[in-house]
């Protein structure tokens, strides 16, 4: 029905940088607001980034200044520009996109299945 596919996870040393990339797809309607959550092992799952369908953002404390996210309404793209990696964002970072189902008009709040960032030397 939808689908969520993230993409550009990996293995970077600190102070590298990273683009994940979330694209979403099947049977929607209309997508407000998009973001990026992660979540280590043992701690609950925090918003890293989000970014509304007009363009405003919010940025958790820990990665302001350092990540940026943006996306392409298009394409139903949302990005998150990581720079300035430190060991500490190693996580496993999930895709996040409220939308309304196409001809139900559900509200859905859909995730991808996660992608690994691991920043280490």
């Known amino acids: 029905q939808v689908q969520l596919v993230e993409s550009g996870g990996g293995l970077v040393q600190p102070g590298g940088s990273l683009r994940l990339s979330c694209a979403a797809s099947?049977?929607?309607?209309?997508?407000?607001?998009m973001g990026w959550y992660r979540q280590a092992p043992g701690k609950e799952r925090e918003l890293v980034a989000r970014?509304?369908?007009?363009?405003?953002?919010n940025y958790a404390d820990s990665v302001k200044g350092r990540f940026t996210i943006s996306r392409d309404n298009a394409r139903n793209t949302v990005y998150l520009q990581m720079n300035s990696l430190k060991p500490e964002d190693t996580d496993v970072y999930y895709c996040?996109?409220?939308?309304?189902?196409?001809?139900?008009?559900?509200?859905?709040?859909?995730w991808g299945q996660g992608t690994l960032v691991t920043v280490s030397s």
């Open positions: 970014i509304t369908v007009a363009g405003s953002t």
């Open positions: 996040n996109a409220r939308l309304v189902v196409r001809d139900t008009r559900d509200i859905l709040d859909a």
């Open positions: 099947g049977n929607i309607f209309s997508i407000s607001t």
